[in-house]
């Protein structure tokens, strides 16, 4: 589909974070399944709940919209699904160092999102949409905490991974 007008730009942004969110959902839930520390196993849970919420939010902004929800394909979250899966399988044997490889696949993910919502805070601005706005800048914000707190988690977790080693040897 060729798009003509800045409204296809919008629409096409909203269809691929709303794909974006969804890939990220289920590997989060993988992720889950795999993170030993629990200090990270509680900020994948937290961030499940983000996630289901800004799901939900953009379906709110699709029925103001008056459209469906729609999925576009996002290369880019497919992309570091793929790269955290990978990872999660080469750090299989060693726990404490898979801990931080999903940390650090987290943080990615948060970046790719704050930009998303970023791009479409801005364009949504101009629109005079105000429902629309909020319920963006309210799956900004989010973002913006959880890799703040991901971010901050790191060096907790390589800590960790440091010791075991150290244990292990």
């Known amino acids: 589909m060729a798009m ?26 993988e992720m889950l399944q ?15 709940a983000q996630t289901q919420e800004q799901i939900q939010n953009l379906e709110r902004i699709y029925a103001v919209l008056g459209a ?6 996002c290369e880019a979250a497919a992309g570091l699904v793929k790269e ?7 750090f299989a ?21 704050i930009a998303s919502y970023r791009g ?3 364009a949504f601005q101009g ?6 706005l909020s319920l963006l800048s309210q799956n900004l914000n989010q973002e913006e905490q959880t890799a703040q707190k991901v971010e901050s988690s790191l060096p907790m977790l390589l800590d960790q991974a440091m010791l075991a080693r150290q244990q292990s040897a």
Not at 34 to 48: G, K, T, V
Not at 127 to 132: F, K, L, M
């Open 120 to 122: 479409l805070v801005t």
């Open 68 to 73: 469906p929800p729609a999925r576009v394909t």
């Open 34 to 48: 795999h993170a030993r520390a629990p200090q990270l196993q509680m900020m994948l849970q937290e961030h499940i």
């Open 4 to 29: 003509r007008m800045l409204e296809d730009k919008f629409v096409y942004d909203l269809a691929d974070i709303y794909d974006a969110e969804h890939r990220f959902l289920e590997a989060q839930q």
């Open 84 to 90: 955290g899966q990978k990872g999660m399988q080469e």
């Open 93 to 113: 044997a060693n726990p404490a160092v898979r801990d931080c490889m999903i940390s650090g696949a987290i943080a990615k993910v948060e970046h790719y999102e």
């Open 127 to 132: 629109v005079g949409q105000h429902e629309i």
